[in-house]
């Protein structure tokens, strides 16, 4: 991402990156379908979200809607401080659904733990494929290491260079960040094969993949009543 404002990695990349998932078409009709695409697809996480239920979300899943920078205090789970050996931890995350993301600093260099439930609507799992299937063709943090247990699931990535969007110093500056995140994502819209890409998260997938959970999508948000779905990385 430009302007020295790339994720280190940012915790929730992969999710970013699905939130910016969209259609690629001829140029210029290719930016406003994606932007109808991505419009459709908010539209349905927040009928989801509002309408709905997490009961279905997997084992040990809890969603407070609360996302933040937890304390320097903040105790590291057993697994977390399995994975990190004998690195320092420092807490830089705690996402929607109580998971937990520190930066580990050691003598050979710095690296992310990623830990957290179990979720059915994504997984950790899908984002070391997402970030190994894109590093070809544009920088991302390197996958070191992934698993799950019955609970709970982690991801392991080397630090790539750069701040966090929600460091204080960009906090600070919110504008900068916009600009930089915006451009960033239309790098890696540019860069990407999108024809190629190999994973969705197209209207008719998030549909199907609520009612997995037992969610009731709403008949006003389904496919169908306007833009066609997306379909990129």
């Known amino acids: 991402m430009p302007d ?10 992969g999710r970013a990156r ?15 379908s994606a932007g109808r695409a ?3 697809a908010a539209r349905v996480t927040r009928g ?6 997490r009961a279905g979300a997997g084992a040990g899943a809890r969603e407070d809607r609360t996302v933040s920078i937890p304390a320097p205090s903040e ?19 705690r996402n929607g659904i109580g998971g937990l993301t520190f930066r580990a600093t050691a003598a050979d260099g710095i690296r992310y733990v990623k830990w957290g439930p179990r979720d059915l609507e994504t997984s950790m799992r ?13 920088p991302v943090p390197r996958v070191l290491a992934e698993g799950r247990d019955a609970t709970h699931e982690w991801l392991v990535t080397a630090a790539v260079p750069g701040l966090s969007a929600v460091d204080p110093r960009w906090v600070a500056h919110p504008a900068t960040a916009v600009r930089a995140i915006g451009r960033g994502l239309r790098a890696l819209h540019d860069t990407l094969p999108v024809a190629e890409c190999p994973f969705s998260w197209a209207v008719p997938e998030r549909i199907a993949n609520a009612a997995m959970r037992g969610i ?6 389904r496919e169908g009543r306007g833009a066609a779905p997306g379909r990129a990385p």
Request: overall charge neutral; hydrophobic content about 40%.
């Open 4 to 13: 020295s404002l790339c994720v280190e990695p940012c915790p929730d990349a």
């Open 18 to 32: 699905e939130a910016a998932r969209v259609r690629a078409r001829a140029p210029g009709e290719g930016w406003r």
């Open 38 to 40: 991505r419009g459709r």
């Open 48 to 53: 989801v979200a509002q309408r709905g239920s």
């Open 75 to 93: 105790p590291a789970p057993p697994r977390v401080r399995e994975l990190a050996g004998d690195a320092t931890l420092e807490p830089v995350w």
């Open 126 to 138: 899908d984002e070391a494929g997402r970030l190994a299937w894109a590093a070809p063709f544009t």
């Open 216 to 221: 009731r999508v709403p008949d006003d948000l």
